[in-house]
């Protein structure tokens, strides 16, 4: 990538933005390739004629129809505001974030010509684009590419994601591992005889291969002639891949018809023609053959094993260290297993990033093991998975630099991997296979996976020649390897676009992945933090701290030297950047549990962590409005996680000898551009969920009064409502608005108990229920309450802008200046003190209008002001609290649109709608 002064800047130019900020880049960038492309249908053959003429442009058929289609799409546009908003810095749950903005228009733009890389007859640009990133990825994963350098050439290619190219990668795997078996099979066939000499033959089974030998304990070369089953099933990836043609070279075979001929009863004795049951049958092999993918592998590695054959049960699951990586005493062990059993193993692969501990597996220590069990007998494909980690490796390609001290707002600084972790990313090449996802930390659009071969002739052992898709040996066709057939190749145009944009290094991507690095170890701290000392439950973060640090020192080093600062005055505190670059996890993803204080019963915790995904996830039929941070839940399994779930139950105050499952709240951050000030402002933000959450399980079903605070709109039957907040019970120590529609039948019952009552209509719950879920029920059911006349009146739910428990915390004291919450709609405002410490109040007004400079679309949300003429501890006339609005109009300020700070006045009408003191009494 290209080298800045300020090189966290370059970054603005890659992105959307989350607001849409470079939105005139894109439409002008865009408009500059839609008339490209026009201009090159009109070119080709310019003398043909129009087919949509202007006439035809002008009848009423075809205005009908175009009407239509942008009716029809602009409808769906307005539904695509239901999607998960993943370009929003609120959005912290999958490894989904924004797309680089090449990526998108190199997307786009190649679609407009509707390429299908299956055949490069069909594609004969992005057939090359797609060689192009192949050859991209594998050198920046560190495979060769140069043919002069090595006889062993990388090769790789665009998939539609990670789960196809393992599938792939274990599927070239189990081809190759039976490859030898199939040259020899080959030799001996009565089909060979006829086309070779008996001299030839012999020559061929005469071809040298290095195997271990049992007698002398060491890798020799022995004849194939001589070879034993179990031996040549154990062969080197390498050697097994040139067999082949080191073969037809020593039989000197020089007849290309003649070579052909004999590849072609090669592939009729492979297990891709007999299929595995009459291989392993013919060959006299009474053991299916075996796989290990660690224990927290990707769903695709057992589905894998199902769709060749093999079964998910073939899977060895390998269990996993204290930090949640694959732990290698215990692959030895399956290793020694299948080498003493003589248990033909296809593959051991290796996790990059996992996708839930962001663990990054020890890839050296496994090649050195798989050296180790070659020297005794047993060799295997090493595959590493890397469809999340892979882009990393950027980040050890060139140098980030050392960065001048920065008071710049919006800097970021990047942060490196551990050392650890950075080892493991200088060898991954040592794998046969690596899957990477450009969809995932490469910023790509769906569907764009990929995977790298070391060795590309093991993609042979998959590869079909069918006449339709391929046109001989030197057509650059990608079609006939892999498992897909038709294929996008406005897919491998958008990789290649933000590759040459961005570029494959530090500076680049690198540079990306840095600052993300950065805000994903301020989340680790938002986390270890987040609880305060006399909250209700603990915050517990999956990785342990850094060496040299106790909790109390950590959270003293957080408290006082990063939380709230900005990320210059982190960076420039060494201490502060020095903790930040040993903590936290391998690769973006933070895992952690929250739990109750003092609860030992897993399955509290576990439907804690459901409740809080609830809270923070958009499901179909839901809206995004109302979900103020999206984080994501998952799920430890106790049998495969091992010493590390075993620990972090320990962690969490939980009986580590327990049994059960456990669900845990990830975190993926993907934001490069979020300050330090707004993560702890999220974490805040996640500290108030968890209250609402602990008291939707553990409330009670009580009654509930609400204050009708509004008119009913006479065009929709809705009214606002306020919760009576009462400190006496636990389940009535909440602050909630709600809009409630009022069935048509009982609007008459409402006006009536309005002209009956010269105060506030409070209405109280028709029987027991829990406060959350009586507002969070499907809007059909509804539920019934009862003001002073008796007379039950059914209320549906249509939306809650505010929802929120009580803090009791120490730490909560009296604002500057006393905060108000405005929320409504197009035809009421309604103003809602929001209590703080105790003793406070409760009070509810309604403005005469909207405020101004308050957008409909914030009014709609609700929106917190504070009123600057009065400060934030409560009145106290003769020792009782009284209502501080002594006024009819009042200054305010509030957080606008683009976090703009607005000030504004309001005018209250007449009296309040509701008043009462709060305290603990």
Not at 92 to 117: I, R
Request: proline share 4%; with cysteine.
């Amino acid at each position: 990538g290209d080298s800045y002064k300020h090189q966290w800047k370059a970054l603005s130019g890659w992105f959307l933005g989350p607001r849409g900020e470079n939105h005139d880049v894109f439409l002008d960038t865009f408009k500059a390739l839609l008339e490209k492309h026009v201009e090159l249908r009109n070119n080709y053959f310019p003398a043909d004629p129009a087919y949509i003429t202007d006439e035809v442009r002008k009848s009423y058929a075809f205005e009908c129809e175009v009407q239509e289609m942008k009716d029809v799409l602009l409808q769906a546009s307005v539904e695509m505001g239901g999607n998960v908003p993943f370009f929003s810095p609120r959005y912290q749950a999958h490894m989904c974030w924004d797309n680089t903005l090449p990526s998108v228009l190199g997307y786009m733009s190649a679609m407009l010509f509707n390429q299908n890389n299956v055949d490069s007859a069909a594609s004969p640009v992005t057939t090359l684009y797609e060689q192009t990133v192949g050859k991209q990825l594998c050198k920046m994963l560190g495979y060769n590419i140069d043919s002069d350098k090595s006889p062993i050439v990388g090769w790789g290619h665009v998939t539609c994601g990670g789960s196809i190219a393992n599938i792939e990668a274990l599927w070239a795997s189990r081809n190759l591992k039976f490859s030898s078996l199939s040259v020899k099979n080959a030799l001996n066939n009565e089909e060979t005889s006829k086309i070779l000499t008996p001299d030839q033959i012999e020559k061929g089974l005469s071809t040298e291969v290095t195997v271990f030998d049992e007698k002398s304990q060491k890798l020799i070369g022995v004849s194939l002639k001589n070879c034993t089953k179990w031996q040549l099933l154990n062969m080197d990836v390498d050697e097994i891949c040139s067999l082949a043609d080191d073969v037809v070279k020593n039989m000197e075979v020089e007849d290309n018809s003649i070579e052909s001929q004999f590849k072609t009863i090669i592939e009729t004795e492979s297990v891709i023609n007999l299929g595995l049951f009459d291989f392993l049958k013919k060959n006299g092999l009474e053991k299916s053959p075996m796989y290990t993918c660690p224990a927290n592998n990707h769903y695709s590695w057992p589905k894998g094993g199902t769709i060749l054959g093999i079964g998910s049960d073939a899977l060895i699951p390998i269990g996993l260290d204290k930090d949640f990586r694959q732990d290698i005493n215990a692959l030895k062990k399956e290793l020694k297993n299948c080498l003493d059993n003589e248990i033909p193993l296809i593959s051991v692969t290796a996790v990059i990033g996992s996708t839930e501990e962001s663990a990054v597996d020890a890839i050296k220590e496994m090649y050195d093991l798989r050296e180790e069990f070659k020297e005794k007998g047993l060799n295997f494909a090493l595959l590493a998975d890397a469809a999340w980690g892979g882009y990393f490796k950027t980040m050890v390609h060139g140098t980030a630099g050392t960065e001048p001290k920065h008071s710049n707002a919006g800097y970021v600084p990047h942060c490196p991997l551990t050392p650890y972790v950075e080892e493991q990313y200088k060898n991954i090449q040592l794998a046969d296979t690596i899957t990477i996802d450009p969809h995932k930390s490469g910023f790509c659009p769906y569907p764009g996976g990929a995977l790298c071969y070391r060795n590309g002739k093991m993609r042979y052992n998959i590869a079909v020649f069918h006449p339709e898709v391929f046109h001989g040996a030197d057509d650059p066709t990608m079609g006939v390897y892999g498992i897909e057939g038709s294929k996008p190749g406005a897919a491998p145009a958008g990789v290649l676009m933000s590759h040459n944009v961005i570029g494959l290094d530090n500076n680049g991507y690198g540079r990306i992945l840095g600052q993300c690095t950065t805000t994903t170890k301020l989340f680790y701290c938002v986390w270890l933090t987040v609880a305060r000392d006399d909250d209700p439950f603990v915050c517990v973060p999956l990785q342990d701290l850094p060496e040299g640090y106790t909790m109390e020192s950590a959270k003293k080093l957080i408290k006082e030297s990063m939380a709230y600062k900005s990320m210059s005055e982190v960076y420039n505190n060494k201490e502060a950047f020095d903790f930040l670059k040993a903590c936290g996890p391998d690769t973006m993803i933070n895992t952690f549990g929250v739990n109750l204080k003092g609860n030992k019963d897993i399955e509290l915790t576990n439907r804690l962590q459901i409740a809080l995904s609830d809270a923070m996830n958009i499901y179909v039929g839901s809206s995004a409005k109302r979900v103020p941070l999206i984080l994501m839940q998952s799920g430890f399994d106790a049998k495969k996680h091992g010493e590390g779930l075993t620990l972090f139950k320990e962690k969490l105050g939980l009986p580590k000898e327990s049994v059960n499952d456990l669900n845990v709240m990830v975190n993926s951050c993907m934001n490069p551009w979020q300050s330090n000030e707004s993560i702890f402002l999220t974490g805040n933000l996640f500290r108030l969920i968890v209250l609402n959450c602990i008291g939707r399980l553990q409330d009670e079903a009580v009654k509930h009064r609400f204050i009708v605070v509004s008119d009913i709109d006479p065009d929709d039957n809705t009214i606002f409502m306020e919760y009576v907040t009462d400190m006496s019970a636990k389940e009535h120590q909440y602050q909630v608005s709600v809009k409630v529609e009022v069935e048509r039948s009982d609007r008459r019952s409402l006006k009536k108990q309005g002209k009956n009552s010269s105060s506030a209509i409070i209405f109280e719950t028709v029987g027991m229920h829990n406060l959350y879920l009586l507002l969070h029920k499907p809007e059909k059911e509804g539920f019934q309450v009862c003001g002073s006349n008796g007379d039950a009146i059914t209320l549906h739910v249509v939306d809650v802008p505010r929802y929120q428990k009580l803090d009791r915390s120490s730490t909560v004291i009296y604002p500057k200046h006393q905060t108000y919450f405005i929320y409504g709609d197009e035809k009421r405002t309604i103003m809602s003190h929001v209590i703080s410490e105790l003793p406070d109040f409760q009070q509810t007004v309604t403005l005469s209008n909207k405020p101004h400079s308050l957008s409909p679309e914030l009014l709609d949300l609700g929106v917190m002001v504070n009123l600057t003429d009065i400060e934030g501890s409560p009145l106290v006339v003769d020792g009782e609290i009284v209502s501080p609005l002594q006024r009819a109009s009042y200054d305010i300020t509030f957080k606008g649109e683009l976090f703009s700070t607005i000030k504004t006045g309001i005018s209250i009408d007449d009296g309040d709608v509701y008043f009462k003191a709060v305290d603990e009494k």
